[in-house]
T-cell receptor, first 115, second 109 residues
Framework: NAGVMQNPRHLVRRRGQEARLRCSPM?????VYWYRQLPEEGLKFMVY????????ESGMPKERFSAEFPKEGPSILRIQQVVRGDSAAYFC?????????????FGPGTRLTVL | DQQVKQNSPSLSVQEGRISILNCDYT??????FLWYKKYPAEGPTFLIS?????DKNEDGRFTVFLNKSAKHLSLHIVPSQPGDSAVYFC????????FGEGTQLTVNP
C-alpha cells in the first residue's frame, strides 16, 4: 500500500507566479489535511478536506490560497501570485473515513522556494 | 497564541542514555496528545500517543507521560540510539492537529 504521495518534491517560483502542489492520499483514505512549515517553526494547520468538500479552512490565508479535493484525482493546494514569505515546506496528510486527525499519515512534503 | 509549546529547540544525549523531550500546552480541553518524529526531507511519522484519561503510555523504548495539572507532557526514550536523531514534535489532537515547534534530538555514538 503506497503511502501519501506529494509532487513535486521541490518547486521554485518567481514572485507573482502560481504554485500548484499535489497530494495523493493513501488508498482508501478520504480525508486530506494540508500543513505548512515555515523555517524554524512547527507545522501549522491550513485546511481539512474530504472528497469535494472543504471541512475546515480556518488555517488558510484569506487571499491567494485555495485548496480542493475533487472526486477523482489528487488534492491540490494552489497559491496564486506567490511572495517570498510563501517559501516553506508544505505537507499533506491523509486519514481513513470515520477516523480522526490522530490517524493521519504524512507525505514527504513539497518544498516551495520563491525567488 | 501558541497552544502547544516545546521550549527546547535542541537536545543532545549519549547513546544508551535517556532522552527526555518536553511539551507544554495551554488548553485544558485538549484530550489527546501525540508525538511525531521527523527526519530531514521526510514527512512526520507517528510515534506514540496518550489520551487525557491516562498519565502514562509505553511502547518499547518510548514512554509518554502526561501531567494534566501542570499541562505538561514528556517523551522518554531509553536507551537512546543514534537512529533516534531527528526532530520530535508534540501535537494536540482536536478537530485537527496542533503542533509544537519541535525539538532536534541528537544522539551521539
Amino acid at each position: 500500500n503506497a503511502g501519501v504521495m506529494q509532487n513535486p518534491r521541490h518547486l521554485v517560483r518567481r514572485r507573482g507566479q502560481e504554485a500548484r502542489l499535489r497530494c495523493s492520499p493513501m488508498k482508501g483514505h478520504s480525508h486530506v489535511y494540508w500543513y505548512r512549515q515555515l523555517p524554524e517553526e512547527g507545522l501549522k494547520f491550513m485546511v481539512y478536506l474530504q472528497k469535494e468538500n472543504i471541512i475546515d479552512e480556518s488555517g488558510m490565508p484569506k487571499e491567494r490560497f485555495s485548496a480542493e479535493f475533487p472526486k477523482e484525482g489528487p488534492s491540490i493546494l494552489r497559491i496564486q501570485q506567490v511572495v517570498r514569505g510563501d517559501s516553506a515546506a508544505y505537507f499533506c496528510a491523509s486519514s481513513p473515513p470515520g477516523r480522526g486527525p490522530d490517524t493521519q499519515y504524512f507525505g514527504p512534503g513539497t518544498r516551495l522556494t520563491v525567488l | 497564541d501558541q497552544q502547544v509549546k516545546q521550549n527546547s529547540p535542541s537536545l543532545s544525549v549519549q547513546e544508551g542514555r535517556i532522552s527526555i523531550l518536553n511539551c507544554d500546552y495551554t488548553n485544558s480541553m485538549f484530550d489527546y496528545f501525540l508525538w511525531y518524529k521527523k527526519y530531514p526531507a521526510e514527512g512526520p511519522t507517528f510515534l506514540i500517543s496518550i489520551s487525557s484519561i491516562k498519565d502514562k503510555n509505553e511502547d518499547g523504548r518510548f514512554t509518554v507521560f502526561l501531567n494534566k495539572s501542570a499541562k505538561h507532557l514528556s517523551l522518554h526514550i531509553v536507551p537512546s540510539q543514534p537512529g533516534d536523531s531527528a526532530v520530535y514534535f508534540c501535537a494536540e489532537s482536536g478537530s485537527r492537529l496542533t503542533f509544537g515547534e519541535g525539538t532536534q534530538l541528537t544522539v551521539n555514538p
